[in-house]
């Protein structure tokens, strides 16, 4: 194969060089459209962007200013006096709720065989808790002190304490107990 050029005057490839500046030129116009019609897309949404935002500024300063006329239109007396009407009523929703065989049920579980209740006092707290209040007699303060360990190792009681404890006529112990009493879900 012969590598030498016989011709008089050079050869050129021109053709296959325009061709790709003609190539390139449609690939730069392709882009330069593509530019074009993304600009005016964008534009045109920032503008519909910033509509949408003027619209909600001026709602949300109408709604401060009807929410401040409302604030200007409550009565301090009136909320105070629902205020503690609606406490009121969740106290008396709470009392309602208090569960009176739940109770006994634990205790029954919990009693020793040396321990009776005599005296039993729920109290429902006006923060919705409830303390309860019961007269025990055993026949020693180890007897009442057991039932006591029994109940605080329930889920149910926490903080039991004895209030005072007294001999009686018959040689056994009277003790008065108190302890938060947390119902079962």
């Known amino acids: 194969m012969l590598r030498s050029n016989l011709a008089t005057r050079p050869f050129y490839n021109e053709r296959g060089v ?14 330069t459209l593509f530019n074009v019609t993304q600009i005016v897309v964008l534009s045109r949404r920032h503008l519909a962007l910033g509509h949408e ?23 301090p007396k009136q909320v105070a006096q629902i205020s503690d009407e609606a406490r009121e009523a969740n106290a008396i929703i ?42 025990v007699t055993g026949r020693s303060i180890e007897d009442i002190e057991e039932f006591m360990a029994r109940l605080e190792k329930t889920s149910a009681f926490s903080g039991v304490y004895p209030r005072d404890d007294v001999p009686t006529d018959d040689g056994l112990v009277q003790a008065t107990l108190e302890g938060k009493y947390a119902a079962a879900p």
């Open 18 to 31: 325009h061709g790709l500046l003609i190539l390139a030129a449609v690939v730069v116009l392709a882009l």
């Open 94 to 135: 709470s009392q309602r709720l208090f569960s009176w065989t739940d109770l006994p049920n634990r205790l029954e579980t919990t009693l020793p065989d040396g321990v009776r209740i005599t005296l039993l006092r729920p109290q429902v707290e006006p923060d919705g808790s409830v303390t309860v209040a019961m007269t």
């Open 53 to 75: 935002i003027a619209a909600a500024d001026g709602r949300a300063q109408d709604l401060r200013a009807r929410a401040a006329q409302e604030r200007q239109a409550v009565d």
